[in-house]
């Protein structure tokens, strides 16, 4: 498996750039759980829960309910449209227990294609990002996100995450510069 995580350009169009920057924190959290084995993935940092594993899973299921299900009113994909969210409100972290590197990785690596295509979808009739979604979080609140808060947003949730893996890694392998 070869991932690629090539730096943004300093000059881009707002969509180019927002994308750049999304394939780059996609990129680092793949990587982070690159060359772990699967029980490594399972491995926590206390106090926390929280695993690499979990952090994949959970990453796949965000792309698809953001891009998938938001951006373009598409049902959910599987596992998502099947999974026991009643029962467990944290079962994309939860239910990557077990689950092997290669599972996980390509889970991820789907969802992720599913979404650049949502994306493109949305954007084909040109680059407007103030454009609202197409299912509407909130709709009793009149709240909408646009394509720009939810290419922000990914990039946040890849960040915020990213930062949860280097401490993970670095607690299984003393990793620092994946």
Same mark, same amino acid.
């Given at each position: 498996? =070869?991932?690629?995580?090539?730096?943004?350009?300093? @000059?881009?169009?707002?969509?180019?750039?927002?994308?750049?920057?999304?394939?780059?924190?996609?990129? =680092?959290?793949?990587?982070?759980? @690159?060359?772990? =084995?699967?029980?490594?993935?399972?491995? =926590?940092? *206390?106090?926390?829960?929280?695993?690499?594993?979990?952090?994949v899973k959970h990453l796949a299921f965000v792309e698809d309910y953001w891009f998938s299900y938001h951006l373009r009113a598409e049902e959910?994909? #599987? #596992?998502?449209?099947?999974? *026991?969210? /009643?029962?467990?409100?944290?079962? /994309?972290?939860? @239910?990557?227990?077990?689950?092997?590197?290669?599972?996980?990785?390509?889970?991820?690596?789907?969802?992720?294609?599913?979404?650049?295509?949502?994306?493109?979808?949305?954007?084909?009739?040109? #680059?407007?990002?103030?454009?609202?979604?197409?299912? #509407?979080? /909130?709709?009793?609140?009149?709240?909408?996100?646009?394509?720009?808060?939810?290419?922000?947003?990914?990039?946040?949730?890849?960040?915020?995450?990213?930062?949860?893996?280097?401490?993970?890694?670095?607690?299984?392998?003393?990793a620092t510069d994946v």
């Amino acid at each position: 498996m =070869t991932i690629e995580r090539a730096d943004p350009a300093y @000059s881009n169009d707002e969509v180019g750039m927002l994308r750049s920057f999304l394939d780059r924190y996609r990129a =680092t959290i793949r990587l982070q759980a @690159s060359g772990l =084995t699967d029980a490594q993935l399972d491995q =926590t940092l *206390p106090p926390s829960d929280l695993t690499l594993g979990g952090m994949v899973k959970h990453l796949a299921f965000v792309e698809d309910y953001w891009f998938s299900y938001h951006l373009r009113a598409e049902e959910p994909a #599987p #596992p998502w449209d099947t999974a *026991p969210w /009643d029962d467990d409100p944290d079962w /994309d972290w939860h @239910s990557a227990a077990g689950a092997s590197h290669a599972e996980l990785d390509a889970l991820l690596a789907a969802a992720i294609a599913r979404s650049d295509a949502c994306l493109d979808a949305a954007l084909a009739d040109g #680059p407007e990002l103030d454009r609202p979604v197409a299912r #509407p979080r /909130d709709p009793g609140k009149g709240a909408t996100a646009t394509v720009r808060w939810v290419l922000v947003h990914m990039v946040e949730e890849y960040c915020r995450h990213a930062g949860h893996a280097d401490l993970i890694r670095q607690s299984i392998d003393g990793a620092t510069d994946v």
